[in-house]
């Protein structure tokens, strides 16, 4: 069984799906734009020397997410 975590918690190259976005207002909003949006699967493709920010792999281009930002979204492990 997998467990639901804070996207601040993954791991580098661990493999993931947005369960929820619980950012509101402008922030929420923002994330969303950015294409963040619950179902759609990432991979988490490194991490600055002092863990912030992340950068992440989904669809087709590269993201980087500060932690506060990354606070806000609960993901779920995918298994290989």
């Known amino acids: 069984m997998t467990k639901d975590m804070c996207l601040r918690k993954a791991k580098v190259n661990q493999k993931l799906k947005i369960k929820t976005i619980s950012a509101e207002g402008e ?6 734009d950015l ?6 699967e990432l991979h988490v493709i490194g991490k600055a020397p002092l863990r912030d920010p992340v950068a992440l792999r989904l669809k087709d281009f590269t993201l980087t997410l500060r932690n506060s930002e990354a606070d806000h979204i609960t993901v779920t492990p995918l298994e290989d």
């Open 27 to 32: 922030l929420g909003r923002r994330i969303r």
């Open 35 to 40: 294409g963040l949006i619950p179902g759609t």
